[in-house]
T-cell receptor
Framework: AQSVTQLGSHVSVSEGALVLLRCNYSSSVPPYLFWYVQYPNQGLQLLLK??????LVKGINGFEAEFKKSETSFHLTKPSAHMSDAAEYFCAAPTAGGTSYGKLTFGQGTILTVHP | NAGVTQTPKFQVLKTGQSMTLQCAQD?????MYWYRQDPGMGLRLIYYSASEGTTDKGEVPNGYNVSRLNKREFSLRLESAAPSQTSVYFC????????????FGPGTRLTVT
């Protein structure tokens, strides 16, 4: 079964510093992968998605993620953190069994804190 | 275009009470999902509906029931609430033939005392 692991439940950076949030998937190469962002007291919003068209994916708000098959990873980065980036971030992959009606398996989430 | 809407936003129940969480989408999506979110556990799928008229269990279905009323609406019912069901509940939907991208509602924060 597919599992998604996010290393680090909390990440803290200074404003202007590099943001790196880690995600690894467990199963065979998924057809697509996602990063979602959740701001306090809100639902999840799609940040970016990988669809095998390109290994480097650009998303909203200056975020990007690189798919690395050899490392089974899909880490999220942003060159320079902004205070408004403070949120919880979730990595997600299709649940095993093909598209399975669009079911997704989510990682545990990483809370990003940005210090002035 | 409101996307995915959920009601209520907040609810407090006593143990043993029942309630229904409502969800609707106006994007003509086929598949809909109910998740619960608990700290450190990500989102866990409770039930899903691949299309109108069908529902299936997810990862944590015990204590819940669902109804896919029509293509737009998918409700989640707690028949006898327990403190372990204190959580934030999210409804989501995905487009026909969609490549897994789900659209989420704003959530319902439920406390069971």
């Amino acid at each position: 079964a597919q599992s998604v692991t996010q290393l680090g439940s909390h990440v803290s950076v200074s404003e202007g510093a590099l943001v790196l949030l880690r995600c690894n998937y467990s199963s065979s190469v998924p057809p697509y992968l996602f990063w979602y962002v959740q701001y306090p007291n809100q639902g999840l919003q799609l940040l970016l998605k990988y669809t095998s068209a390109a290994t480097l994916v650009k998303g909203i708000n200056g975020f990007e993620a690189e798919f690395k098959k050899s490392e089974t990873s899909f880490h999220l980065t942003k060159p320079s953190a902004h205070m408004s980036d403070a949120a919880e971030y979730f990595c997600a992959a299709p649940t095993a069994g093909g598209t399975s009606y669009g079911k997704l398996t989510f990682g545990q989430g990483t809370i990003l804190t940005v210090h002035p | 275009n409101a996307g995915v809407t959920q009601t209520p936003k907040f609810q407090v129940l006593k143990t043993g009470q029942s309630m229904t969480l409502q969800c609707a989408q106006d994007m003509n999506h086929n598949s809909m999902y109910w998740y619960r979110q608990d700290p450190g556990m990500g989102l866990r799928l409770i039930y899903y509906s691949a299309s109108e008229g069908t529902t299936d269990k997810g990862e944590v279905p015990n204590g819940y029931n669902v109804s896919r009323l029509n293509k737009r609406e998918f409700s989640l019912r707690l028949e006898s609430a327990a403190p372990s069901q204190t959580s934030v509940y999210f409804c989501a939907s995905t487009a026909p033939g969609g490549r897994g991208e789900q659209y989420f509602g704003p959530g319902t924060r439920l406390t069971v005392t």
